[in-house]
């Protein structure tokens, strides 16, 4: 037993102690999530156990901080790196297995690369992905192959915040820490089909996917966890486009959530129009243009591509709309709401503009599916955020300023939009 435990009588106060150690060290590494996680353990215990409400008020007094520095603070996202020790030079716990390492604050892959290599100062650094694994691993002297992954967030999580709008710094918690699941993809350049335009990479791009499981989530006991499960695949041009535009919705969707929830004017107006701007204008990576041109061109025989496919990246395209003229509007209140955001002027009229010809050219071309629809869960999303905001004003019972949502008819096509109206009253 440890000399300094040895002045608790009880392994009730053990414990007891444990755990509050346990606590304060999650609050010195900003991981206040799992910190309440512990104090909602000891709640159980003062609450129903041995009723003490003195402790207990404390203890929720912490909680109420944790969940504050949550919303309120800066916290740098940390990189995850996947690393292979080579040979047999290296020890038998690290011999020819595979690891993904989360990085320290601040630290990007050079650094880690450089930190790694101190602590086997005799290893070769593998600068190729390509190897031959089965002659590496006999070998007598130490490789190490190092590069950077991505985390991936489980169903579990997306299924949990998946029907409610949700301040992005709750989200982003989930996105870099109690994972084990990884991605790593890098492009393949396969031009020997004579049918695509040389001119455009979208329409050779191949993608080659390896996904990885670890034993244990991360961040754990230890900065690393051994990967126990690896698959690897390649998605076609056609799937990699589709890929990236469920990506690209996605955040433009989370987006127009940050600044729907933004109503102290926190996150600046330019982030959301640069944001517009990159997907409307067409001389930023030639916009959806690129896409069409290597998957809808008349020359394209039916059979390239699965018909299945094909329709999806049409709808992903025609889906962009609602979003973004969402996200137009959104911009629209900001800045007449606002004289700072007014110097933005010229930029958002050059947006609109190059969004008004967008819509033209995506509704001529798919008349058939064309829609200016929100989807379904996102409108209810937005109605339930505000029809829940109503309620705990009206509940206060004291005269506050809040946000509301109104519905608009457009002027253009006659369907109804969910746009915000960021109107100010006092409740009576």
């Known amino acids: 037993r440890n000399e300094r435990f040895n002045i608790y009588n009880s392994h009730r106060e053990l414990k007891e102690k444990l755990y509050f150690e346990i606590i304060e060290n999650f609050n010195k590494g900003q991981l206040w999530e799992a910190g309440i996680v512990y104090c909602k353990e000891l709640i159980q215990q003062y609450e129903n156990e041995i009723f003490d409400y003195v402790k207990l008020s404390s203890l929720f007094e912490k909680m109420a901080l944790f969940y504050k520095l949550i919303i309120s603070s800066v916290r740098i996202e940390p990189e995850y790196f996947h690393v292979t020790y080579y040979g047999k030079g290296f020890p038998s716990f690290f011999r020819n297995k595979s690891f993904i390492y989360r990085g320290k604050s601040y630290e990007r892959l050079f650094e880690f690369t450089k930190r790694l290599q101190n602590q086997f100062p005799q290893a070769r650094l593998l600068d190729k992905l390509d190897l031959q694994e089965s002659e590496l691993v006999d070998q007598d002297d130490q490789n190490l192959s190092i590069y950077r992954v991505d985390p991936q967030v489980s169903d579990e999580v997306n299924n949990k915040f998946l029907r409610t709008l949700v301040d992005e710094r709750i989200i982003k918690y989930y996105q870099y820490n109690e994972i084990n699941h990884f991605t790593f993809s890098r492009k393949l350049?396969?031009?020997?089909?004579?049918?695509?335009?040389?001119?455009?990479?979208?329409?050779?791009?191949?993608?080659?996917?390896?996904?990885?499981?670890?034993?244990f989530p991360l961040p754990g006991i230890l900065y690393r966890s051994e990967i126990i499960e690896k698959y690897t695949y390649q998605l076609n041009p056609l799937k990699n486009a589709i890929d990236t535009m469920e990506k690209m919705n996605t955040k433009t969707r989370m987006i127009i959530y940050r600044y729907l929830l933004d109503d102290d004017n926190t996150h600046p107006l330019h982030n959301l129009l640069m944001h517009i701007k990159g997907i409307v204008s067409s001389d930023v990576q030639g916009g959806v243009s690129k896409y069409e041109e290597a998957f809808f061109d008349d020359q394209q025989s039916d059979d390239d591509y699965d018909k299945e496919d094909l329709e999806r990246l049409r709808k992903l395209i025609v889906d962009q709309i609602p979003l973004l003229d969402l996200a137009i509007k959104i911009a629209d209140q900001k800045q007449r709401q606002h004289l700072v955001n007014q110097s933005m002027d010229g930029l958002y009229q050059y947006i609109v503009e190059s969004f008004e010809k967008m819509r033209i050219d995506v509704r001529c071309k798919y008349g058939d599916i064309y829609h200016s629809d929100l989807p379904i869960d996102m409108q209810k999303i937005i109605e339930n955020h505000y029809k829940m905001q109503r309620l705990a004003i009206s509940m206060s019972g004291s005269p506050q300023i809040i946000s509301t949502a109104s519905e608009h008819r457009n002027s253009i096509d006659g369907t109804m939009y969910v746009i915000i109206e960021l109107k100010f009253f006092l409740l009576d």
């Open 189 to 215: 350049i396969k031009d020997d089909d004579p049918s695509r335009p040389a001119s455009n990479e979208f329409a050779c791009m191949w993608i080659e996917r390896s996904e990885y499981r670890t034993a």
